[in-house]
């Protein structure tokens, strides 16, 4: 009699293929959820495969609209990265692909939840809180984090001899032990010899982009559009092609961004549970949107003020807020660190985002783009909406309705406590000023 059953987030790979063999042999029913977020894979075989090694039910979502409108486009409205560089990619499929395992497991009356996380990394924690918020009587079951588990499989090459001998295909070797996690945002690598930080990934590793050394010769330009933050329109190819459809915009972005070697990157950065790990990635389309998204804000989003019709039409006509600096310090950066560490589905992540959309009522407008030799470039922007550059008020060559002699008072008031802080120095003894040696002095 079985244990149980259990719904097993099933990607067909190694380490799931494994683990679904593995719970079989514990005695549990197994039902297989694979969710579609983009990733180049044959969703037919993985079934076939999943019901081959036992699983009694398999079920297979796309989740690729949601995951690009519910996740990535708050994502590129807000700017969000984690430690100045990684934009989230895996990140920010885990909270669709954990709510829709859920919504599996309550149809199939499962008591129990599995991953093939491992028991070092980010993402057991990020389904984890996903799953206890999304139903809180759950149960989990973390082969990775289980001693009898993780003492029988040492590493990779323990799997891939119990997946030989049990008669599992994989496409994982020996000689090419690193892990990969793909969806439509980007694909990871990381384990195996990329544990070494100073060893160079190989150029086979690379699954998305083309190698930027053999990428085109000549320059792909395209006009990328915004509305309130967010992707509304894609123009390629001299714009004789041109995508508005969201799905349809983001993989176009990543087609034209794969063919011309942009988004790849190498890092070591800083995971949730205290270690440090080695991880590269590539981003392709993603990488352009938010850069393009970053530059339209510096022609149409106000340093300090926010227009008073973008945050309600009774509110004071006085009313000021340092919007981008605001958002940037306070959204961007906590909204990065938040989906980083696996609290999507809690309430700062509500509160954050809710936030966003009074930063972008003002984010309409156009970029022209180029991708070239991977890299991601700006020729120039515009907005037909927005009007606070003033190309008059900002030349070298004409006055215009701005008056330099402004200047003078601003530049004293800014210097009265730089002036005192000055003062302070020299009576202390710590001039500001490094003194000359005479030998210099000719």
């Not at 323990?158 to 295909?169: E, M, V, W």
């Not at 195996?192 to 330009?221: F, H, Y």
């Not at 011309?260 to 800083?270: H, K, M, W």
């Amino acid at each position: 009699m079985a244990k149980g059953k259990v719904c097993l987030a099933y990607s067909g790979g190694l380490d799931t293929s494994c683990i679904l063999k593995y719970l079989l042999e514990e005695g549990y029913e197994v039902v297989t959820f694979t969710a579609n977020i983009g990733q180049e894979e044959d969703f037919e075989a993985v079934r076939e495969k999943a019901l081959k090694i036992g699983a009694s039910k398999v079920y297979i979502e796309d989740l690729r609209r949601e995951f690009i409108e519910e996740l990535c486009y708050p994502a590129i409205a807000c700017n969000a990265i984690y430690e100045n560089v990684y934009l989230l990619g895996t990140s920010l499929a885990r909270p669709v692909t954990a709510r829709a395992q859920v919504l599996v497991a309550q149809k199939e009356g499962c008591f129990a939840l599995s991953h093939g996380c491992t028991g070092k990394g980010n993402d057991q924690v990020r389904f984890e809180l996903a799953f206890y918020a999304l139903q809180p009587s759950i149960k989990v079951i973390a082969p990775w984090r289980d001693p009898i588990f993780y003492e029988k499989f040492k590493g990779r090459n323990d799997l891939l001899d119990y997946a030989a001998a049990k008669g599992i295909p994989v496409t994982s070797t020996k000689s090419k032990p690193w892990s990969m996690d793909e969806n439509a945002a980007h694909c990871s690598y990381e384990a195996g010899i990329l544990e070494d930080p100073n060893t160079s990934p190989p150029e086979n590793m690379w699954q998305l982009t083309v190698d930027p050394t053999k990428a085109p010769d000549v320059p792909e330009d395209f006009t990328l559009t915004f509305q309130k933050g967010l992707p509304v329109k894609l123009e390629y190819e001299g714009g004789k092609k041109i995508a508005t459809d969201s799905v349809d915009l983001f993989l176009t972005a990543n087609s034209i961004a794969r063919r011309n070697g942009v988004g790849r990157l190498d890092i070591v950065e800083n995971r949730f549970i205290g270690l440090k790990s080695r991880g590269c990635y590539e981003t392709p389309g993603l990488t352009m949107l938010r850069a393009a998204h970053v530059d339209l804000e510096g022609l149409v989003l106000d340093r300090e003020v926010l227009h008073p019709q973008s945050i309600g039409d009774n509110q004071d006509a006085n009313v000021y807020f340092q919007v981008r600096a605001l958002r940037d310090q306070f959204i961007t950066f906590n909204y990065g660190k938040l989906l980083y560490n696996g609290l999507y589905f809690s309430p700062e992540r509500e509160f954050l985002e809710g936030s966003i959309p009074a930063s972008q009522q003002n984010v309409n407008g156009s970029v022209r783009c180029r991708a070239f030799k991977g890299l991601f470039s700006v020729l120039g922007r515009w907005s037909d909406t927005e009007k606070l550059y003033d190309a008059s008020e900002s030349s070298m060559d004409e006055i215009g309705d701005f008056s330099p002699s402004d200047c003078n008072g601003f530049i004293m008031v800014n210097a009265i406590r730089l002036k005192k802080f000055g003062k302070a120095k020299e009576e202390s003894g710590q001039s500001l000023v490094k003194k000359l040696d005479s030998a210099t002095i000719s």
